[in-house]
């Protein structure tokens, strides 16, 4: 059974800057797409970023386009999202998820973390 | 975008009843469809994907249909550990989107 662990969140005043991490284990991380997602408080889910197995393509939402990078070592198992002028609508709990099946493009996230908690505040 | 709308947004339910719970795509995903649980203070949890393949441990009390742009999310007999909120994701392409949920409460 995989297991994903994310850490890194924190208070930051707008315009600031946060890294985020992911901890992949129990599965093949290095064959998978990974993914961040994001659920404000008292909201949905809303999905920010994926990664290609290999880290050669990448995709953002245009809420996030420009400020956010997403990146991942395979030889450490884990999974980072760099985080640059933040506004207060990026208040968040920040998810990783990992795609249901390896080596595909699309597909649905069947194991995600426990979230990591990124408040955006003066 | 494809934009994910869910119905209703409330659904109060009576345990040992059915649930039936909606999701319309704006334009067709085919079947890249999943339904997700998700509980106070936790993750969300995959249930179903392809529209109606149940993930590992999902009981078959849970089950999904659909295609293209109408699909269903349907739990029989409803037990305590289903209410819940439920959200519908599209993954037919980038950005993947979510409905904005339906919480199944207890009646």
């Known amino acids: 059974e995989g297991r994903l662990l994310e850490s890194g969140g924190d208070l930051v005043q707008p315009g600031g800057s946060l890294r985020l991490s992911c901890a992949a284990s129990g599965f093949t991380f290095s064959t998978y797409s990974m993914n961040w997602v994001r659920q404000a408080p008292g909201k949905g889910p809303e999905w920010v970023s994926v990664i290609s197995s290999g880290g050669g393509t990448t995709y953002y939402a245009d809420s996030v386009k420009g400020r956010f990078t997403i990146s991942r070592d395979n030889s450490r198992n884990t999974l980072y999202l760099q985080m640059k002028s933040l506004r207060a609508e990026d208040t968040a709990l920040y998810y990783c998820a990992k795609v249901a099946v390896e080596a595909t493009k699309y597909n649905a996230l069947d194991i995600w973390g426990q979230g990591t908690m990124v408040t955006v505040s003066s | 975008d494809i934009i994910m709308t869910q119905s209703p947004g409330t659904l109060s339910v009576s345990p040992g009843e059915r649930a039936t719970l909606s999701c319309r795509a704006s334009?067709?995903?085919?079947?890249?469809l999943a339904w997700y649980q998700q509980k106070p203070g936790q993750a969300p949890r995959l249930l179903l994907s392809g529209a109606s393949t149940r993930a590992t441990g999902v009981p078959a009390t849970i089950s999904g249909s659909g295609s293209g742009t109408e699909f269903t999310l349907t739990i029989s007999s409803l037990q305590s550990e289903d209410f819940a909120v439920y959200y519908c994701?599209?993954?037919?392409?980038?950005?993947?989107?979510f409905g904005q949920g339906t919480k199944l409460e207890i009646k």
């Open positions: 994701q599209q993954y037919n392409n980038w950005p993947y989107t």
């Open positions: 334009q067709s995903v085919g079947s890249d």
